[in-house]
């Protein structure tokens, strides 16, 4: 059976395009690695190519006390870098908010997917404080739905690591208008 020559170029076109969506990414990828060297927080991110572009996640959680939504002093100072850096390139901000399996606040007045939605909240509020457009981060909230992976235990340690909040930096919105393609 002999090859229709139309679906040869898109598949030409579909590869040429991936190519070039690579090349930008790695270009991306770079340019963010040497901002964040310059923001000293080098030590403090991962990073990871993902179809959407390119993702960071701060290895430094920002971690709670049983029951509270409180961010410790400690954890304020990798905020404000965090907050200066995507203020100063214009990134976009995921924040999720994470708790404990079973978690309450002391009052009982908050369970879990309370407190991971107030936690989220208060960080997304010091961001906003420090000079953040509101318009470049969305903040979501897992309640104790989503373990961090390596703590999934019921112990103690794995209590506390999952009383958490995580980011994700991008240079681009995930909602950002993308390029219009031909459905056929």
Do not use: C
Request: proline letters at 3%; glycine letters at 6%.
């Amino acid at each position: 059976m002999k090859e229709d020559p139309s679906k040869k170029s898109q598949t030409l076109e579909g590869m040429l395009d991936k190519h070039e969506i690579n090349r930008e990414s790695r270009e991306t990828l770079k340019e963010m690695q040497a901002t964040i060297r310059e923001y000293e927080l080098s030590e403090n991110v991962d990073f990871e190519q993902i179809p959407e572009g390119i993702k960071i996640r701060v290895k430094d959680k920002i971690y709670f006390n049983e029951g509270s939504v409180g961010v410790s002093k400690a954890n304020r100072e990798v905020l404000d870098k965090m907050a200066n850096m995507t203020a100063d390139n214009n990134w976009t901000l995921f924040v999720e908010g994470h708790s404990a399996s079973g978690e309450e606040s002391k009052d009982k007045a908050m369970d879990a997917f309370i407190l991971s939605a107030k936690r989220a909240e208060v960080v997304t509020r010091n961001f906003v404080r420090n000079k953040i457009n509101p318009k470049r981060i969305t903040t979501v909230f897992y309640g104790d739905t989503r373990p961090d992976e390596p703590y999934k235990g019921a112990g103690e340690v794995a209590r506390d690591k999952n009383r958490r909040v995580e980011f994700i930096l991008r240079k681009v919105d995930l909602r950002s208008k993308g390029k219009k393609v031909d459905s056929r």
